[in-house]
């Protein structure tokens, strides 16, 4: 079973601005995937969701809970990788399920 570490986390903005360059990305209708290999043994998830997008935040802790839990189920599709995940303001119209599966699909092309 996987856990999500609090290594795993990136959380400093450098770090984002250090990861945005020379990458990969990959999108859906509402999040933007953009992901860089690391040099850890571990992968790692950053969130960036804007307040000027989603309003409230139980709004946007939810979206985070979705999003640390399918990275966790899915971190057999990646290994030594960075992703960082910015959240666009249409996923406040998408369920649950629907961001499940925007989510699946996006770990499954790092994969490809």
Do not use: A, T
């Amino acid at each position: 079973m996987y856990k999500f570490k609090k290594k795993q986390k990136i959380k400093f903005f450098k770090n984002f601005i250090k990861n945005f360059k020379k990458i990969n990305f990959f999108y859906s209708s509402c999040i933007m995937l953009y992901i860089k290999n690391n040099n850890f043994n571990y992968s790692r998830l950053g969130i960036i969701i804007s307040k000027k997008n989603i309003k409230f935040s139980h709004d946007r802790n939810k979206i985070k809970r979705y999003i640390r839990e399918s990275f966790r189920l899915n971190q057999n599709y990646f290994f030594k990788k960075d992703c960082i995940i910015v959240v666009k303001k249409c996923i406040i119209k998408i369920n649950n399920k629907n961001l499940f599966n925007n989510l699946n699909k996006l770990w499954k092309k790092i994969k490809i």
